[in-house]
């Protein structure tokens, strides 16, 4: 169980172009989704924390307008890079926390990462 | 804010036992966690501790938490070639809050 799915896995689109990512839990309902970047030989840099129905809260330095997140229902969150511009090119992973249904701990799993190439 | 610090590297021998280093900085760090990320692929969680224990074994794996000296290690034993990866040592303070990441061990297993 706890299975996080991302699509697509990889895409490369032209400068200017939007590209939207999606993240779902498969066999959880997940109230709390979060989207990293990660560069090269890096460690996660956490964008935003996603709450269904709500908006989303992102970290300092995270544009918006740029990164536009949709949290729709309680499988399934999207990530849309607007404008994306080669800069834009990273590895972007999504996790969705899990709540454990004896103990009400919640556990973070991660989906398998979209590579985006910006040309 | 908080810090998570973790070396980059360590190579070890096939067969024999890994141990990777995880130091944080808040004392109020609750939740600890250790997460597995293979080339091109995202983060798997291996497993991971609360603060109010000190040892949690799971097969081959054997976590170790120092609360007084907000230290976290993992040891894996029999160390295998499918072991090299990146190791994310990572920190909650509260059950639903965001994780707090150290920047990864790479771990290389020589044959």
């Known amino acids: 169980g706890a299975v996080v799915s991302q699509h697509p896995s990889w895409v490369i689109c032209k400068s200017g172009t939007s590209v939207k990512i999606e993240c779902r839990s498969l066999d959880f309902q997940a109230t709390t989704m979060f989207w990293y970047r990660q560069f090269p030989k890096q460690s996660l840099m956490l964008m935003a924390t996603?709450?269904?129905?709500?908006?989303?809260?992102?970290e300092q330095g995270v544009e918006k307008d740029k990164f536009l997140i949709n949290h729709a229902s309680l499988t399934l969150s999207t990530l849309t890079v607007t404008s994306a511009h080669p800069e834009d090119s990273s590895f972007y992973i999504c996790?969705?926390?899990?709540?454990?249904?004896?103990?009400?701990?919640?556990?973070?799993?991660f989906g398998p990462g979209t590579r985006l190439l910006v040309l | 804010g908080e810090d998570v610090e973790q070396s980059l590297f360590l190579s070890v021998r096939e067969g024999d036992s890994s141990v990777i280093n995880c130091t944080y900085t808040d004392s109020s760090s609750t939740y600890l966690y250790w997460y597995k990320q293979e080339p091109g692929a995202g983060l798997q969680l291996l497993t991971y501790?609360?603060?109010?224990?000190d040892m949690k074994q799971d097969q081959r794996l054997t976590v170790l938490l120092n609360k007084k000296d907000k230290h976290l290690s993992l040891r894996i034993a029999d160390t295998q070639t499918g072991d090299s990866a990146i190791y994310f040592c990572a920190e909650k303070t509260t059950n639903a809050g965001k994780s707090t990441f150290g920047d990864g061990t790479t771990l290389t297993v020589k044959p």
């Open positions: 501790i609360f603060s109010n224990m």
């Open positions: 996790s969705a926390s899990r709540q454990a249904e004896t103990t009400g701990q919640e556990t973070q799993y």
């Open positions: 996603s709450n269904e129905g709500s908006k989303a809260t992102y």
